[in-house]
């Protein structure tokens, strides 16, 4: 069945760039999605991609796409503490369903 | 707006007791979906629903009901509460957007414990 891979966690110092990976399953998936859930709160979508993208850049936020390999990336560049959460990787799966398939999620931390 | 809400925030039961998770949206989206939560497991679909009057099951939808009878709410039920039940719970709504894109909106969640 279809499946979703991050690794769990990442530490990186402020100002530095953090690069948080994900790899899935399904190729006929038509959208990646990147949310951010900050602690005891809900998931908030941050960015996301079409499947025919290799990238796509939101002010601070790079993701891009390896179709071949199935592999996405989150670049986020200038990482300040405030971006400190979880980030989930999502893909889209089935047709007129909107239903997601999420990661395990990647938990970031900003070292000051 | 006030977007996706869920009540209760927190809730505390006994095993074999029953509850509903209430969700309401305000942004007249088409699609639900109640999540849970564990830790190192991501999110796993519980059930959704693509129009009012629809159901459907998601990944784990073994001791959980629910019910679509207005568009904006969802309601999420445990007939017979287990410890395995105890998980945060998110609700989330959505829409097709442009070229079907179908951006998920998250309520704040609520934290449930089976004992």
């Known amino acids: 069945g279809e499946d979703v891979e991050q690794s769990l966690f990442l530490s990186v110092r402020e100002g530095d760039s953090s690069v948080i990976n994900c790899t899935y399953t399904d190729s006929s998936s038509t959208y990646l999605y990147w949310y951010k859930q900050e602690p005891g709160a809900g998931l908030q979508l941050l960015t996301y991609i079409f499947s025919n993208m290799d990238m796509k850049q939101d002010q601070r936020l790079t993701v891009l796409l390896n179709k071949k390999d199935k592999h996405l990336s989150l670049r986020i560049a200038d990482t300040q503490t405030g971006d400190s959460a979880i980030y989930f990787c999502a893909e889209s799966i089935g047709s007129n369903t909107g239903k997601l398939i999420f990661g395990q999620g990647t938990t970031l931390q900003v070292k000051p | 707006n006030a977007g996706v809400t869920q009540t209760p925030k927190f809730r505390v039961l006994k095993t074999g007791q029953s509850m509903t998770l209430l969700c309401a949206q305000d942004?007249?989206?088409?699609?639900m979906y109640w999540y849970r939560q564990d830790p190192g497991m991501g999110l796993r679909l519980i059930h959704y629903?693509?129009?009012?009057?629809?159901?459907a099951k998601g990944e784990v939808p073994d001791g959980y009901n629910v019910s679509r009878l207005k568009k904006q709410n969802f309601l999420l039920g445990l007939e017979s509460a287990a410890p395995s039940q105890t998980s945060v719970y998110f609700c989330?709504?959505?829409?097709?957007?442009?070229?079907?894109?179908?951006?998920?909106?998250f309520g704040p969640g609520t934290r449930l414990t089976v004992t």
């Open positions: 629903s693509v129009g009012e009057g629809t159901t």
């Open positions: 942004m007249n989206h088409e699609y």
């Open positions: 989330a709504s959505s829409y097709s957007g442009e070229g079907n894109s179908y951006e998920q909106y």
